[in-house]
């Protein structure tokens, strides 16, 4: 028997026991003796070279009888192949939730103690999907499915991540997530696309923090009621039952959120996100009134003193419209006047305009914290993932932010110079119009209906302030004289 024979233990394709001998050649379980030793027969017995190599290792895999008369050569490669794929899918095998494997950074480190003879990764590579993939729970694929306990519903960390499930929603939120509900909560900000997302604004850290995740069955309002029903009763049983409501609410415009919202933190604003109030009037008036817009400079400018009355006093906005409206009226704009009607109901009669206007309050706009992690997660699964798959990818997204979070609180972090944004603009024209506005109220102006429009943002003249591209001229006030409010309807 040859000496210092080195003993590598993989598995052939079929899943069968498989020998390596001296990372040269390779022996397939044959058979089992009656002293339960076993004989492996070299792999090449049943091809052309019909080899008569075996080898018998008793229970302890040590060897009993080696026959080496192999009448082939070598192969290193192969035999390589083999040691890889078993190291890999063992590695699967040991991992209790396999979503978070990196099979890239598994294989480097085989490979470097592999040595020299190592395959490609390209080609294992789906030989190790395959074996990733029955090493995955069965998807669920009903609302009906979803089981109420899961080795996936804890944290990284070992902590209760699932907090409650019912036939219509599973609410996600770990204790660290709670905190933050409870310790930063002027502004929270939420979206629905995949998945339900809400996430608080660290002022101190200029960080963003995600405070919960949500899977829902459906959109109705009893069931967002029922979400910010549990986020509350979690983060004040957390807090010795001392009331938690968030105090600005930021989310987009469907009626159910903001109105299951406002029945459960009943002193809560909700603010609307500027930039989908901006798109919902340019689909309408894409719609509506295109060409008119595109080729009329006159309602080009009009348009954009619209969609920009969110930046507006709010005691202005009305008169605003109807200035507008009296404009379109007289110049005979026919279907840029049913992009006012549509404006005027919409958001003047079925929304409150404070929940979408931004005067006195401009540093947030939108809900886009959230969104844009509901876009990350459309765009790392651009098909319907898995629901194990989506937990795991989530649960993942608590951990990186729990540990930034214990980073930045001990004060291992770099502050950012922030780059002046439209944002920032808007907040120095703003304060720019307020210190003209003042100045006009102490010289006892009142809005004046008779006025132009030229183009421009927020800019002043002398008895007149251009808001958005409307010119509202201002008279002194004159005893017994009074600010009338023009109907909207006015000229129709």
């Avoid at 996600?172 to 933050?180: D, G, N, T």
């Avoid at 202005?316 to 549509?342: A, G, P, R, W």
């Avoid at 291992?412 to 920032?424: L, V």
């Amino acid at each position: 028997m040859e000496e210092n024979l080195i003993i590598d233990i993989s598995e052939s394709n079929k899943g069968k026991e498989q020998i390596i001998i001296n990372k040269k050649y390779k022996f397939n379980f044959s058979y089992k003796r009656k002293d339960n030793s076993k004989v492996y027969k070299c792999t090449e017995y049943k091809k052309i070279n019909k080899c008569k190599s075996f080898i018998i290792l008793n229970d302890k895999k040590e060897i009993l009888k080696y026959n080496s008369s192999h009448n082939h050569p070598e192969n290193e490669y192969d035999v390589s192949l083999s040691i890889m794929k078993h190291k890999i899918k063992d590695g699967i095998e040991k991992s209790s939730i396999p979503f978070g494997i990196k099979i890239k950074p598994l294989y480097n480190k085989i490979s470097k103690e592999m040595g020299l003879i190592c395959p490609e990764y390209n080609s294992i590579k789906s030989q190790i999907s395959r074996n990733l993939n029955k090493k995955l729970p069965s998807n669920v694929t009903t609302f009906a499915e979803i089981p109420s306990e899961s080795e996936y519903y804890n944290t990284k960390r070992g902590e209760n991540f699932m907090i409650f499930k019912n036939s219509n929603l599973i609410i996600f939120q770990s204790p660290f997530q709670a905190k933050l509900f409870r310790e930063y909560n002027d502004d929270i900000f939420v979206d629905v696309i995949q998945v339900f997302i809400t996430r608080t604004y660290a002022k101190e850290l200029d960080s963003f923090y995600t405070t919960s995740f949500a899977i829902l069955k459906n959109k109705e309002q009893e069931t967002y009621k029922m979400l910010f029903e549990k986020l509350k009763k979690n983060a004040n049983t957390c807090n010795n039952n001392i009331r938690i409501e968030p105090k600005n609410l930021h989310c987009d415009f469907e009626r159910a959120i903001s109105k299951a919202a406002k029945t459960i933190f009943p002193n809560t604003n909700i603010k609307y996100c500027i930039w989908h109030y901006k798109k919902s009037l340019e689909i309408k008036k894409n719609k509506l009134c295109y060409n008119e817009v595109k080729n009329n400079n006159n309602i080009f400018i009009y348009y954009k003193a619209i969609s920009n009355l969110p930046f507006i006093n709010p005691e202005y906005i009305f008169d605003i419209y109807v200035i507008i409206k009296i404009k379109s009226i007289k110049n005979n704009y026919c279907q840029f006047l049913k992009f006012l009607e549509y404006f005027y109901k919409t958001y003047l009669i079925d929304y409150d305009m404070k929940i979408w206007n931004y005067y006195n309050n401009i540093e947030h706009i939108t809900n886009n914290a959230s969104e844009s992690l509901n876009n990350y997660l459309n765009n790392l699964f651009p098909t319907k993932p898995s629901f194990y798959e989506l937990i795991d990818k989530l649960n993942e997204l608590e951990h990186l932010s729990y540990y930034d979070y214990q980073r930045k609180i001990r004060g291992i972090w770099k502050i950012k110079k922030r780059a002046i944004n439209k944002a920032n603009e808007i907040s120095v024209l703003i304060e720019r119009f307020k210190s003209i506005e003042a100045k006009l109220i102490d010289a006892k102006c009142i809005l004046w209906s008779g006025c132009h429009v030229i183009p421009g943002i927020v800019a002043a003249r002398p008895n007149s302030v251009i808001i958005l591209g409307v010119t509202v001229r201002h008279r002194k006030l004159d005893k017994g004289s009074s600010n009338k409010t023009l109907n909207p309807a006015y000229g129709c």
